[in-house]
């Protein structure tokens, strides 16, 4: 079995796109909270004291689809054409825990490029999670940060690929 991420020695490598065409290319990925009640209302009512966690949270997420190069090692950098985060305010989940009401944040990135973007999503909607966390963590310190999954992607060699639902 020959790895992409390893040379001859075993060293780690970054894949050499440099050959491949630019295309575009698309990718979408989604996670869950779980907050208290209280938070939950506080969240949607806008009356959390650091302010509107949704609007942080939007904002954190797109900085950290942008910064995935970063902070994943062999990560390439991309030039990112469109970073979009959005949140679904779930609350009761009857398949969960009855004590939490959750919020779900998909985040979508888009770029034409030589790489997928599926990183970069899944990078987006854990910071945007990890930053809801920190806006609410005074209220409720028992959040918990589930389902986080690459939803679907479109170009590229491997082609496109979309989740099964469960």
């Known amino acids: 079995m ?6 001859g020695s075993g060293n780690a490598v970054m894949v050499d796109i440099g050959e491949k065409a630019v ?11 779980g907050v208290s009640e209280e938070c939950y209302q506080k969240i949607l009512e806008g009356s959390m004291k650091k302010g509107d966690v949704l609007s942080v949270a939007r904002i954190a997420g797109i900085m950290g689809a942008k910064k995935t190069s970063e902070i994943i ?5 991309i030039s ?17 825990n009855p004590k939490k009401r959750y919020i ?17 999503a ?14 609410c963590k005074a209220v409720d310190k028992s959040m918990e940060m589930t389902d986080i999954f ?10 496109d690929y979309e989740r099964a639902e469960d």
């Open 80 to 96: 990112l054409t469109k970073v979009a985060v959005d949140f679904e305010m779930i609350g009761e989940r009857k398949d969960r």
């Open 122 to 135: 899944l990078t987006g909607v854990n910071t945007a999670l990890l930053t809801i966390y920190d806006m």
């Open 104 to 120: 779900r944040a998909v985040c979508t990135v888009r770029c034409e490029g030589k790489t997928g973007v599926e990183m970069e």
């Open 2 to 7: 020959e790895f992409t991420h390893f040379d």
């Open 23 to 33: 295309t575009r290319r698309e990718a979408s990925a989604q996670g869950e909270i």
């Open 150 to 159: 690459l939803c679907r992607k479109k170009g590229g060699a491997s082609g």
């Open 73 to 77: 090692p062999l990560c390439h950098v």
